[in-house]
Each structure stands twice: as C-alpha cells, then as structure tokens.
C-alpha cells in the first residue's frame, strides 16, 4: 500500500512541518493509526524504512514486537492508538540528526550575529511533531474520561518520553514505572495522564 499521507496532512493534524528540517532532509511522513476512541497509546521514536515504504507506523519487526508485548499485556492492537514522537525518518540516525539540528542553529545564531541578522533558525524536529503528538493524547485522554477510565501511554524509547513530557528523561531509569504526567496544552490542562514506560520494548522497538 503506498503511503499517501502528505505533509499537508501532517499539518492539518498540529505537525509544524513549514518549520521542520526533516520536510527537506527526512522520508515520510506515517500517519499514525487506531481507533479514534482509543483510550491507551503506545509511542514509537520515529518510523523506520519498512513503515515508510509501507506507510503505517509499527510493522516489521518493530510491529511483531509491538503485537507480542500488547498481547502479553491483554489487549489488541486494533484497540489501541499507535504513533510516533516523530513521523518522518531522519537520514542517518535521529539522535545523530537532530544533535546537527542544534549546531547548525548555534553556528547560523553566530553567523547572524556577526551579519547584523535574524538568524535563520529550524525546529528540533521533536518539537515541530510535538503539537500533533499532544493532541492525539488529549484525545485519547478525553476518550477515557469519558467512560471512567484512566488513560494509559507508553513511550518506547527515550524521545517517546521527552515527546511526552517535554523533559529530557532517562527512559532506563523510568522503565517499567509510572510517571503522572499532565500535558500542556490548554484543553488538557486539568487531565492527569498516566505514563507509563514498556518494560519490553525499551529501545528496542524502534529499530
Ligand atoms: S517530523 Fe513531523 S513536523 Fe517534521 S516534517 Fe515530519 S511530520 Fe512534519
């Protein structure tokens, strides 16, 4: 199936892709898939070759990791709402790339300052998916609210959680915990939401 989400889904949906480097230098985007009721989210770092050929998030061998962990832990995939903090795919490696994100922003702010000049600066891409992320948990949010139950999310990885919590977090450090999150936004400003790291998945899954 050929991926047709484009960029100006993404956008529609809160991604700041106008701002993002990885609309130049990435491949993607993958929308994000599950049931708009969904009231538990699983988070990925970023889709890998095979989802962006394929254009779904979580398949390969990410995804049968993904199903095995979700059946050990009781529920179906088709129940649950399955994204990424990012949805395009870095060239080289995300950690990599966006660390030349920041210093290409600090060389340009140099630059800039030397030229008399607004610096041009690009968004970490984290933070230009970020938005959508946010608003794909509030609804998930909203969703078990509304029939008494608490939401549940759960980073796979290091970005996942700092896409969560907007914290720089050790996801060894919190795997298998729960962390009480509450997001920023203004319309999920009063709901609590449970975070939870995979014990399974860990790095692992996205790779
Ligand atoms: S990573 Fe997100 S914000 Fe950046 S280009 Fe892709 S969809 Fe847009």
């Given amino acids: 199936m ?14 700041k892709c106008s701002a993002c480097p990885l609309r130049l230098d990435g491949q993607g985007p993958v929308a994000p898939e599950g049931p708009a009721t969904a009231t538990y989210a699983i988070i990925g770092e ?13 398949i390969g061998p990410s995804g049968v990791l993904l199903n095995d962990m979700l059946e050990a832990a009781g529920r179906q995939r088709e129940h649950v709402w399955v994204t990424n903090a990012v949805l395009c795919l870095a060239p080289g490696d995300l950690h990599r790339y966006r660390a030349s994100v920041r210093l290409d922003n600090k060389n340009e702010k ?14 970490d891409p984290v933070t230009a998916c970020r938005p959508r992320l946010l608003a794909e948990l509030e609804r998930v949010a909203r969703n078990a609210k509304l029939i008494g139950l608490r939401p549940v999310v759960t980073p796979t990885g290091g970005v996942s959680l700092e896409a969560i919590t907007g914290k720089k977090l050790s996801i060894m450090r919190w795997r298998g915990s729960e962390i009480r999150a509450t997001l920023e936004t203004k319309r999920a400003a009063e709901a609590t939401k449970n975070v939870i790291p995979a014990a399974r998945l860990g790095r692992r899954a996205n790779v």
């Fill in 2 to 15: 050929p991926n047709e989400f484009t960029y100006d889904d993404a956008e529609r949906i809160g991604c």
């Fill in 46 to 58: 970023a889709p890998g070759p095979k989802e962006i050929s394929v254009g779904r998030p979580f």
């Fill in 110 to 123: 140099k630059a800039a300052k030397k030229e008399n000049r607004e610096p041009e600066i690009v968004l």
